[in-house]
Nanobody, 119 residues
Framework: QLRLVESGGGLVQPGGSLRLSCAAS????????IGWFRQAPGKEREGVSC????????YYTDSVKGRFTTSRDNAKNKVYLQMNSLKPEDTAVYYC????????????WGQGTQVTVSS
């Protein structure tokens, strides 16, 4: 069974950091482009970052550039989202998703992990 599982969410004060993990089972993550998405209450889901399968190039939405970093650990079959200088507006459920190279459709989604930034 193909699965993605996120972990690492929690409650953090503004300015703090969290590292989210996305673990895969049933397939190897380095064969897929991995995207991170988030959805805040009452808002549409938005793309946060993406890391390619081919060369590991990364993309970030403007609101997180310079604060968030996504990376792979192929030996552990995991992708990470390091989030620094967190702001209250980063509060959301964060999801990782996988798509095949060259495709625009994300085929596999995790269940999400809650990130709350509050003092």
């Amino acid at each position: 069974q193909l699965r993605l599982v996120e972990s690492g969410g929690g409650l953090v004060q503004p300015g703090g950091s969290l590292r989210l993990s996305c673990a895969a089972s049933g397939f190897t993550l380095d064969e897929k482009a991995i995207g991170w998405f988030r959805q805040a209450p009452g808002k549409e889901r938005e793309g946060v970052s993406c890391i390619s399968s081919a060369d590991g190039s990364t993309y970030y939405t403007d609101s997180v550039k310079g604060r968030f970093t996504t990376s792979r650990d192929n030996a552990k079959n995991k992708v990470y989202l390091q989030m620094n200088s967190l702001k209250p507006e980063d509060t959301a459920v964060y999801y990782c998703a996988a798509r095949s190279a060259g495709s625009t459709k994300y085929d596999y989604w995790g269940q999400g992990t809650q990130v709350t930034v509050s003092s």
